[in-house]
């Protein structure tokens, strides 16, 4: 292959202009939000995170609503549901997903996140729930994966509606990867009554560490994801003191466990060759795969972080296929 290294200093990803200019001014005003202090402008990030309501009657093919789990810390999800489907008459595979943001920014009802996760639902199809967990640093280490798996424990005793529980999938992307990893781990140490975890699906999954990666150093100025922002977040959200080596970030650094005896279903994990972290991501990779994991990694050389949110990209379609080949044929 000739010219510049996918993600390498001097090239750049094929983007739209309409694109390019929404990314800008989205890491613009991420960039304004995050405060020296270690807070959150979330007046000014209001201005930007548009909400979708939840939609009873059918809209692209699929039913939302939203379910409270906990009202004491506004812990709840969004349960899509296809309403058009090839074998209408089946119930679907479950599918809890969740969202991306640095453990900072977004919920569930986030536009951004509704429209992606309605078409998951129509185009795989399944049962999507989409868990709306706290945020950092309001909220730090552990409370998104004990909302994680308090929500797991809530739809293993309430399923939703014309969907198979022996059928269960964890995913998310970015953040929420990592948190739906740790939340699968959880999962391994507990039998469900009707809950059956089929798969682990980390979309471009947040990992991190003290060590700065080639592709940390190389891909400069890609979309959403800088070191900058990255490094904030990680503040953010790991206990007071910490570094990014404690092992929510770095699962396979200095100060990690064993993770051979840790049960985790088989897991797809998706990489793009425009994404900073994601040397990260083939460590983890090459870390499960060492300690036994049943893993298949999926890198599209030429996508962005978030490259899943955009329809019109190519690779989109392609996860999308992707995805539904994991959840029916494995």
């Not at 909400?51 to 899509?80: H, Q």
């Not at 929420?176 to 471009?204: D, S, T």
């Not at 200095?254 to 797809?268: E, F, N, Q, R, T």
Request: proline fraction near 8%; include cysteine; charged fraction near 25%.
């Amino acid at each position: 292959m000739s010219g510049p290294a996918c993600g390498s200093a001097g090239a750049s990803p094929d983007l739209p202009w309409m694109l390019r200019l929404s990314f800008t001014i989205t890491n613009t005003i991420i960039d304004a939000c995050l405060r020296r202090d270690g807070t959150v402008n979330r007046r000014l990030f209001s201005f930007v995170d548009v909400k979708s309501p939840p939609c009873v009657e059918p809209a692209n093919g699929v039913t939302t609503s939203d379910t409270t789990v906990d009202p004491s810390r506004n812990l709840w999800f969004r349960l899509f549901l296809p309403t058009e489907s090839a074998n209408a008459s089946e119930n679907v595979p479950v599918v809890v997903y969740f969202h991306g943001g640095g453990f900072v920014f977004l919920t569930a009802d986030s536009k951004p996140f509704d429209d992606f996760c309605r078409r998951l639902s129509r185009d795989l199809p399944a049962a999507v729930v989409s868990v709306n967990y706290r945020l950092a640093p309001e909220h730090r280490y552990p409370s998104q994966y004990d909302d994680g798996f308090d929500v797991l424990k809530f739809i293993d005793e309430n399923p939703p509606p014309n969907s198979d529980q022996s059928r269960c999938f964890i995913a998310g992307d970015s953040a929420g990867g990592n948190i739906a990893h740790h939340v699968a781990a959880r999962a391994g140490e507990v039998k469900f009554r009707n809950l059956k975890i089929r798969g682990l699906i980390p979309i471009q999954p947040y990992f991190g560490g003290e060590e700065r990666t080639a592709s940390e150093i190389q891909v400069v100025g890609a979309p959403i994801v800088s070191v900058e922002r990255a490094d904030w977040c990680w503040k953010a959200f790991l206990p007071d003191g910490s570094d990014r080596d404690h092992p929510a970030a770095n699962l396979f650094g200095p100060k990690s466990g064993d993770m051979s005896g840790v049960k985790i279903p088989k897991c797809l994990v998706f990489i793009g060759g425009f994404d900073p972290l994601k040397d990260w991501q083939k460590k983890y990779c090459e870390g499960m795969k060492k300690n036994g994991k049943n893993l298949k990694m999926i890198e599209y050389p030429k996508a962005i972080h978030s490259f899943y949110m955009v329809p019109e990209l190519p690779e989109s379609s392609l996860f999308i296929n992707e995805f539904r080949n994991f959840i029916y044929f494995g």
